[in-house]
């Protein structure tokens, strides 16, 4: 059921390093047409890593491992692309429908394919006011269970970093943060919270996902890429922009998986565009490092 490109499938069985990437930020996370200027700046910059980057979607009911450049336009101007977490792979197929693929899902399908580096902006995990809402991304259970590599610029910063951070070591997931001592918060290099365990660079990294894997330990593993430093919107301005984005989502009613792309937008309205611009910057740099693990985790 699943169809790989020629070029994503030939890597994979030749053993040569193959970048996997989710397709919910182009149709879901950015404005067209910056969405696929993106998705195809980053396809290059894996490129230029040494690895083949395989985005992933679901087109006229189709996973798809790898896309065309007519097939990232589709994803970023379509407006009926459903956004697809792995609880709603088996509908969005049978119904034969286009769906852009979450972090959850995206995970589920690399796995399927035999890729085992992910790359992504922003990880899921524990939304605020989860007490009450027992709104917890799918992208935690899916760390629990799938072993895939998920290179992103921490957990959203709209989302409870502590108590996402506790739920990964409930549930066994290593957590490295790449060249820091503090976890990151997306937008900001800061979170308040210390690195659980600090890698410097892709050879480090690739180590310890060899031994997890090699244990015959199942599940993912999180690698914080912190935004650089030139790039990134200091944690105290960004926390005041999403404590005014979070409140016009309780104002509008919005709830569930449409949460995340109201706030995202929300956060570019109020931030004048620089969000958008951070979050492209952070794409980038996760892509240069995803790419560096993917050679150095095959050689």
Known sequence: M????????????????VVALE??????????????AMAREVEAIVRAGGAVPAT????????RIGLSENDLELLGSHPEVAKVSVRDLPYVIAQGRHGATTVAATMRL??????????????????????????????LTELA?????????????ILDIGLTLETLETYGVPVLVNGADEFPSFYSRSSGFPAPMRVDGATETAAVLRAKWDLGLPGGVVIANPIDAADEIPA????????????AADEAGVVG?????FLLAKIVELTDGASLTANIALVKSNAAFGAALAVAYTG
């Open 236 to 247: 105290e301005q960004i926390s005041t922009i999403i404590d005014q984005a979070l409140q």
């Open 56 to 63: 992933i979607a679901i087109l006229d009911g189709v996973p």
């Open 257 to 261: 998986k449409d949460t995340t792309p």
């Open 2 to 17: 699943i169809q790989l490109t020629d070029e994503v499938r030939t890597a994979i069985e030749d053993g040569r390093p």
């Open 110 to 139: 690399a796995a399927l394919a035999g890729i085992s580096v992910f790359v992504t902006g922003g990880l899921g995990g524990v939304h605020r006011g989860a007490a009450t809402s027992f709104d917890i991304s799918a992208d």
């Open 23 to 36: 397709s919910t930020i182009i149709s879901h996370g950015m404005p067209y047409p910056r969405n696929v």
């Open 145 to 157: 269970q799938t072993s895939v590599a998920v290179v992103s610029a921490g957990v959203k910063s």
